[in-house]
C-alpha cells in the first residue's frame, strides 16, 4: 500500500512546532532533517486518502508560522515508510524510565513504556517531551494523582503510571489524541482515564503536567491552577527560553515556579502551588 510523504522547507526556529502540529493534522510519521542549516526539512508521511497540503496550511495556521513554504509530494511504499521510521525511532532511558517500540528490547531494570511512532504527538524524541520525563522520573515517588493536560500520545501519562502513580488522568483537544492515549495505555497495562477539557471532572491533582505551546500555557493558567492541591507540584513544557518569562508571569500568583532544566533552546518550568 502506498502512502503520502510530505517535505517541506522551513527556518529551523518553526520546524519543531509544525512537526507537532502535522503530527495534530493527521500526519502518521514526521522527522526533521538538516539540523544544522538555517533550512530544516520536515518530513511528514500521510494515509493515502489524505490531504496534506491542507494538513500543511492548518499546521501552518497552529503553529503560528507566518511562513509560505514550498513543499513536494510524492508516494512511498509503506514497507519502506516502517523501516525508515524504525531505523529513525531509537530507545530513550531517563533514570528509572526506558522508552521504547514493540520491536526494541527493554532492560530488565527499568519501568518500560512501549510508544510506536503514530498518531500522536509524544514519543520521547522531542527535547521538551525528555524534560518533562526527567521531571517526573525525579519527583513521582508511588500514590500519587497526575494530570497530564495536552497529553498527545499519553507518554507523560503512562511515564508517570509506570514510576508508581496510583491515579492517571490525561486531557486533549483533538479526539484522535484521546483514542491513542487510550491505545497505548491498554497496551501498556496502564489505567488511564482521557478527556476531552470539558469533559475533565472538577479534580485536584499532586502533580499537573503540561508539554504544550507557550501560547495554549498562558491561556490555560487559571484552569491548570484549580486542578492543583495546596503544595502540588507543576511542570511546563513545550517553549523556548525566549517565552519563559512571559509564561512564569501567568503562573506567578498561583504557584512558586521557575526555568528549572533546559536541552538546547527549549525550557521547562516547574513548581509548587500555594
Known sequence: MSLLALRVHVPQESADALSDALLEHGAQS???EALDDPQA???AIFAASADPGRALQKALE???ARIA??????AVEESDWVRRSQAHFAPLRVGRLWLGASW???PADCACVRLDPGRAFGTGSHASTRLVLAYLERVVHGGEAV???GCGSGILAIAAAKLGAARIDAVDNDPVAIDVACENAHANAVALHAYAPEALPPDRYDLVVANILAR???ELAPRLAGHGKQGAGIA???LLASQAEEVQRAYAPMFDVSVTAREDEWVLLSGIRR
Open 216 to 218: 495554549p500555557l498562558i
Open 69 to 74: 513554504p514550498q513543499y513536494t509530494l510524492g
Open 236 to 238: 511546563l513544557s513545550g
Open 30 to 32: 514526521v522527522s526533521i
Open 147 to 149: 494530570l497530564d493536560y
Open 41 to 43: 526539512v520536515v518530513s
Open 62 to 64: 497552529r503553529c503560528g
Open 104 to 106: 526494541h528490547v527493554a
